[in-house]
Nanobody, 121 residues
């Protein structure tokens, strides 16, 4: 059974930084992608970023491009999301998910429990 555990959330002032981690286990495929999503109260879940494990290619949502950076350590099956220049509108619960294959055309089925990020103005 695939398990995903996010960590690193917290309370930060606007302009600050946080680094989220997503530890993945219980999967057997060699090529995979890890996606980051977020959901603010009253809003739909939004795709934030995605990284391919095979070549490190990354994708970002328009609202975070240039501020967030996704990375991964395939030896540890762990992905990271470095979030800089945080804004109050980045406040949300952040989730990671894993899919076999690549970011493009991914079907996200397994989810972590989420980690809360709160950015104060």
């Amino acid at each position: 059974e695939v398990q995903l555990v996010e960590s690193g959330g917290g309370l930060v002032q606007a302009g600050g930084s946080l680094r989220l981690s997503c530890a993945a286990s219980g999967f057997t495929f060699d090529d995979y992608a890890i996606g980051w999503f977020r959901q603010a109260p009253g809003k739909e879940r939004e795709g934030v970023s995605c990284i391919n494990s095979t070549n490190g290619e990354t994708y970002y949502g328009a609202s975070v491009k240039g501020r967030f950076t996704a990375s991964s350590d395939t030896a540890k099956n762990t992905a990271y999301l470095q979030m800089n220049s945080l804004k109050p509108e980045d406040t949300a619960v952040y989730y990671c998910s894993i899919t076999q294959g690549a970011c493009l055309g991914a079907l996200w089925k397994s989810w972590g429990q989420g980690t809360q990020v709160t950015v104060s103005s």
